[in-house]
């Protein structure tokens, strides 16, 4: 069963430094999202993104953050000054032609450690 | 700042009993919700899925039924097996329009333990 992958599983990074988490969705989803988990708390929205461009974000997705698909099959997440308080497991999600109502699919996701 | 984690609901029942894990959704226009199944150290599993006209679903062993009037959603898994201990939530997307991309928001989740 064709599945979303993300690497690396674990990424530890000194405060203010970048860092890139990367996402291979599911061949033939048209639609791709980002979310994270803070330990012990909900699934969060971050972001959508169709037809190479961002379709919606919640207010946690800020000028730190931004998305790429640099080629065909690579859907990444950049935070460009990392802060204690961005350690979370981040998800990446695809979902098929149709988006809205259709199931997402969930990777299972990069740790973040802020140090 | 120092992290408040969530207090989840735990739900314990016994190998072959049926489990019922039950949400609660805030937002009347939401009109499709979803069911994952998250074990440790993995993402997000999708269960079943409903859509707003819709008031019941059926997968194999469980099962999805949805009350508009009260906006509660339920989800039934039969014949509980230890395989299925896990943490289960449900998520809704809101239909805004033609705006709404699909952002899924995410209830609080229930802990499901089964005992053999």
């Known amino acids: 069963e064709p599945e979303v992958t993300q690497t690396p599983s674990h990424q530890v990074t000194q405060m203010g430094q970048e860092v890139i988490l990367r996402c291979v969705p599911i061949?033939?989803?048209?639609?791709f999202y980002w979310y994270r988990q803070i330990l012990g708390q909900k699934v969060e929205f971050l972001v959508s993104?169709?037809?190479?461009?961002?379709?919606?974000k919640s207010e946690i997705f800020d000028d730190q953050f931004s998305v790429e698909r640099p080629d065909g099959s690579n859907f990444t997440l950049k935070i460009r000054s990392t802060k204690l308080e961005d350690s979370a497991m981040y998800f990446c999600?695809?979902?098929?032609?149709?988006?809205?109502?259709?199931?997402?699919?969930f990777g299972d996701g990069t740790r973040l450690s802020i140090l | 700042g120092e992290s408040v984690g969530l207090h989840l609901p735990t739900l314990s029942v016994q190998e072959g009993d049926n489990s019922i894990i039950n949400c609660a959704y805030s937002n009347s226009a939401s009109d499709y919700f979803i069911w994952y199944k998250q074990e440790s150290g993995k993402g997000p599993q999708f269960i079943i899925d409903?859509?707003?006209?819709?008031d019941k679903r059926q997968g194999q062993r469980v099962t999805v039924l949805l009350n508009k009037t009260v906006k509660h959603l339920s989800l039934q898994i039969a014949a509980t097996q230890p395989g299925d201990s896990a943490v289960y939530f449900c998520?809704?997307?809101?239909?805004?329009?033609?705006?709404?991309?699909?952002?899924?928001?995410f209830g609080q989740g229930t802990i499901l333990t089964v005992h053999p």
């Open positions: 998520a809704e997307n809101v239909n805004a329009g033609g705006t709404s991309y699909g952002k899924l928001t």
């Open positions: 993104f169709y037809n190479n461009e961002i379709s919606e």
């Open positions: 061949s033939n989803h048209l639609y």
């Open positions: 409903i859509r707003s006209n819709m």
């Open positions: 999600a695809s979902s098929a032609v149709g988006g809205r109502n259709q199931p997402q699919h």
